[in-house]
């Protein structure tokens, strides 16, 4: 599988949109691009996956570049309930077998 | 909504004890996986389970097993428990064949375990 590039942590103030890049510059071309986070004491959480288009759903935003080196998550009106540890993964479809989670990144959310 | 329920959210056991971790998903899911994670190691596969009866081991299957008897279960057993088994452990299922780009797993709350 490729390997994810992550900022270890960030901040954003609660109410403003937190935009959490990722690089994945090896990315194949059939590989998708998923996020999960983790908040604390929890086990991780699905939130959204792309292959190439941008994608949106009730949690996020996913912007893809058009050469699909990188990406970013977007989650429009940050609340303190998003601070976690944020994944970005790719791994193609057709592999059912163990996410490999990377060091992600700790958002804090700042009130 | 996906539930994924682990029995216990904190467990203490001793040195030598056997212990069983329990999962189970209400979303008829064809895939189980067992995880451990700790602290600068992220999370690490232990085994998984494609269907009832049949399991793969992942990459830190020593010193576990596990049983899926039923569909819904999938059980971990730590058969002589040690120190550096202290850990969170999650459990994940996803459906098989989820179409394409759909590798998404739907994990439980964790066990929090302490060997002492």
Redesign the interface.
């Known amino acids: 599988d490729a390997k994810t590039t992550q900022p270890p942590s960030m901040d954003c103030a609660e109410g403003r949109a937190a935009n959490l890049p990722c690089n994945h510059s090896t990315i194949s071309g059939n590989e998708y691009v998923y996020w999960y986070r983790q908040i604390h004491s929890q086990g991780p959480q699905y939130i959204i996956h792309g292959l190439k288009n941008n994608e949106t759903n009730e949690m996020a935003s996913l912007i893809i570049t058009e050469d699909r080196k990188s990406s970013t998550l977007i989650l429009p009106h940050a609340t303190l309930r998003d601070t976690a540890v944020y994944y970005c993964i790719v791994k193609p479809p057709e592999r059912d077998d163990k996410i490999i989670f990377g060091k992600g990144t700790r958002l804090h959310i700042l009130p | 909504d996906v539930k ?1 329920t682990q029995s216990s959210r904190y467990l203490v056991k001793r040195t030598g004890e056997k212990v069983f971790l329990e999962c189970v998903q209400d979303m008829d899911h064809e ?1 189980m ?1 067992w ?1 451990r994670q700790d602290p600068g190691l ?2 690490r ?1 232990i085994y ?1 389970s ?1 269907d009832v009866k049949m399991k ?1 081991k ?2 830190i299957p020593e010193g576990y097993s596990v049983s899926r008897e039923k569909k819904e279960r999938f059980s971990l057993i730590l058969e002589s428990a040690s120190t550096n088994q202290t850990s969170m452990y ?3 299922s ?1 459906p ?2 989820q ?12 066990t ?1 375990l302490s060997v002492l």
Not at chain 2, 99 to 110: H, L, R, S
């Open positions: 994924v895939n996986f995880y992220g999370l596969l998984f494609y793969e992942g990459d999650l459990c994940a996803s098989y064949g179409g394409i780009g759909k590798n998404i797993q739907y994990f439980g709350a964790g929090r």
